[in-house]
């Protein structure tokens, strides 16, 4: 755990260190959350009443979950999601109805704003398919010598390793910018397809199997081909993964990752830097790894509630995980609730019907009802238990936590499928701060910490005294 150490005297005192700072880390960091309340701070930047603090202005995405009265309160209503004004009903049932692959023309339209011609989309195609497979020796040298745990991290270091790669990497112009995030939509299959392979390999000590991308498939064909031993998959497989994809596009710019975005490319920074921070955010599991909890949680509950048929029995686990004393005790039944939409999560209503052929034609009936009941009965147990009406939609994790398991997508590569779908919407939001924003983003923290005295060095107290070659924790 400790770096290399000259003595035993010195690891323990290494030792020590780390495990006595608990205390002090807690005490100099925590802050009275009344202090909030008196200095009017927006904690996560949200108002008293939930509602986002509006920090910019964007043509990229429109999220739409309430209505506000008169005095600024929440009026709940059904929620509708735009692309560049697109609602994503309208996008995903013409895609549905002439039956094609829709991710690649979703991101034409978020990047450049418009909905592409015919012709315009081949071309976009074209240089999507010329950047599917990833500079020569990049695999070997950055993704297979040197294996992560964990898919999120190595598409991060991949994503900054790219600089190397690009001939032009610090060109912030939207027509070069433009250009790196095509190159990174065609990169990015492979890097987390390869980055699969390769922790499956070194840490699962599974067989490694290296699928070529092949440029003329859609990005959904890819993955699926690449992640999957022998590279098999069904039109409707793929179709229904390019459908989770374009779901999983765009959001907004208030979103961690995508206000991520905002925040660094405000700095001047290069495109690499600016997409491996979105990758770091949308790793952390209160924002893009909520679909993996899905799974967790269903294998949770069947393996406690066998007969899901057994309604009674169902109810009695579902309480217990609401009030914290089963699944991981957090007391959140993931899929469910959502910070903006109140009576439905349009991305969750159409994977839903999505979901359901799935199902069938995979013989996953039972799950899918087991879903349903969830999206049915967990705002009913909630309000009994708490003793008023909440609203509790099913989010968007829901179905695709359903999908992604019907699909047999591992759960490591859950969230870098979430960053190769938003990493449209990310070059989107990027570009349209380096030509909008022009503003270096900079809020203010308030200190709360009062002055001190200075101390000498030879007059501080210690936590930690030798004596007797061992290492004693002494209280200040």
Known sequence: MFEKIKSRQQAVEHEALYRNSYKLLAATNSIDPQLYKENDVKRGLRNSNGTGVVVGLTHVGEVCGYDTDENGNKIPREGQLFYRGYSIDDLINNIIEEDR?????????????????????????????????????????MILTAPSNNIMNKLARSVLALYCYDDNPDDISP????????????????????????????????????????????????ILRM???????????????????????????????????????????????????AVGSLKGPKHGGANIAVIRMMDDIKKHVPDTGNKSKLDDYLVKILKG?????????????????????????????????????????????????????????????????????????????????????????ATPLFATARLSGWCAHRLEELVAGGKLMRPAYKSVQPCQEYVPINERPTTLTLKKNKLMSQPE
């Open 227 to 277: 992640i999957r031993p022998m590279g098999e998959y069904t039109d409707l497989e793929a179709k229904l993964l390019d459908i989770c994809m374009i779901l999983h596009a765009e959001h907004g710019g208030g979103n961690n990752s995508s206000f991520t975005t905002h925040l660094i490319s405000s700095t001047g920074t290069d495109t690499y830097s600016a997409i491996a921070a």
């Open 101 to 141: 692959f829709g991710f690649e023309e979703v991101s034409f339209l978020l990047l450049m704003g418009k909905l592409p011609s015919k012709r315009e989309l081949e071309v976009f195609n074209d240089i999507l398919g010329s950047h599917r497979e990833l500079p020569e020796g990049f695999a070997r040298d």
């Open 175 to 222: 027509t070069n910018v433009l250009r790196q995030s095509i190159n990174l939509m065609g990169y990015f299959p492979a890097i987390i397809s390869y980055a699969y392979q390769a922790k499956s390999s070194f840490f699962d000590n599974k067989s490694l199997h290296l699928h070529p991308p092949i440029s003329e498939l859609s990005t959904s064909e890819n």
């Open 325 to 413: 004393e089963a699944n991981d005790r957090t007391g959140l039944v993931y899929g469910m609730g959502h910070a903006i939409y109140t009576l439905s999560d349009p991305r969750a209503v159409i994977l839903k019907k999505m979901a359901k052929k799935l199902a069938v034609s995979k013989d996953l009936i039972e799950d899918y009802l087991l879903c349903d009941y969830i999206e049915k009965r967990v705002p009913e147990l909630y309000s009994e238990m708490v003793g008023r009406e909440v609203n509790m939609p099913a989010n968007v994790d829901l179905y695709s936590g359903f999908v992604y398991s019907a699909l047999d997508i591992p759960n490591d590569i």
